[in-house]
């Protein structure tokens, strides 16, 4: 009997390794609410045809080629009764004649026994494709790499995003109206410490966004996505949301609505505060049940001169 103990000190890691890369659970899910920014999330996550901040390397990478000066940004939220925590930093800068190049780090830490974290690194590289800047192109080079207490729970991998965004400007019907398309995680793959190869959830989005006056945007996105686990494996989520400037800019207030394909829709709000050089935004999202209400905050410096592209 003496040698049971023993026994049981070597089978634990293994089974909580079992659990944890086994069939039931899945590295880096794109399930719930989950995107980076919270001014992206106030408006429901209907940012692909915005996606003008450094968050849009989520969303939509072209967008990154919207950015006139350098921007560093970052985000905090606790979800879920504050057993997740996210964390997102981002840097982008001009380079090139109307390039932008952008480096950021997104974490997911599950806490707990398991100390699972989940880090994604992101090369990211936008430009104008055209000289009047209404077509943008963006590419995001990434790195996964999820580990956790147990030496043989976590694996490591590559992906590519790729997006698009076009901007119609309607002088007499408003301002512009948008158009963007993202491919995220296509044919992306996480290789575990245990030999097991993963698939990443991919998800496709399409988005179009009407500025009708110079401070008020209405946005619609629809979002398939095909993700083990949740419920439905494999659906169209819609996500809607209306963002406003008051006080010649410097006050945003937006509403938003998430269409999940597994519980009832959800809504969120959102609020900012916009100075010449920097922001700060808040965001509040409904959760089904018992998960609890989830609030993000997230903060923007810009600075540097002014691109041509900035006018």
């Not at 919207?66 to 981002?90: D, H, P």
């Not at 398991?114 to 590289?125: A, G, I, N, R």
């Not at 494709?129 to 590559?158: H, P």
């Not at 575990?192 to 401070?215: C, H, I, K, N, T």
């Amino acid at each position: 009997m003496t040698g049971l103990p023993a026994i049981r000190r070597r089978l634990l890691p293994a089974l909580c390794a079992g659990l944890l890369a086994g069939p039931a659970a899945a590295y880096f899910t794109k399930g719930g609410v989950t995107g980076l920014g919270a001014r992206p999330l106030g408006m429901g996550g209907a940012f692909t045809a915005i996606a003008d901040e450094t968050s849009s390397v989520w969303w939509n990478p072209a967008g990154l080629g919207q950015l006139t000066r350098a921007e560093l940004s970052g985000m905090y939220a606790a979800v879920f009764n504050g057993k997740v925590t996210y964390l997102f930093t981002s840097a982008a800068f001009p380079v090139f004649a109307d390039g932008i190049m952008g480096v950021s780090w997104d974490r997911k830490d599950f806490g707990g026994d398991s100390s699972l974290k989940e880090d994604v690194y992101y090369m990211t590289f936008a430009s104008t494709l055209t000289e009047d800047r209404t077509f943008f192109g963006g590419v995001n080079v990434k790195f996964f790499n999820a580990s956790s207490a147990f030496r043989d729970v976590g694996g490591t991998g590559l992906g590519l995003d790729w997006g698009v965004l076009y901007r119609l400007p309607l002088p007499k019907f408003g301002k512009e109206v948008r158009f963007g398309f993202s491919a995220q995680d296509l044919s992306t793959e996480i290789h575990e410490s245990l030999g097991v190869v993963q698939d990443v959830p991919s998800v496709l989005r399409v988005g179009g966004a009407y500025q009708f006056e110079r401070w008020i945007t209405l946005a619609l996105d629809a979002e398939h996505f095909k993700d083990p686990s949740v419920a439905i494996s494999s659906g169209t989520q819609m996500r809607a949301g209306v963002e406003g400037w008051f006080f010649e800019g410097a006050l945003g207030v937006r509403l938003g609505y998430v269409g999940f394909a597994t519980v009832p829709g959800r809504y969120s709000a959102g609020v900012s505060y916009r100075a010449a050089d920097w922001e700060v935004d808040y965001a509040y999202l409904g959760h089904a049940g018992n998960l609890g209400d989830s609030h993000r905050a997230s903060f923007a410096l810009r600075f540097g001169r002014v691109t041509a592209g900035g006018g």
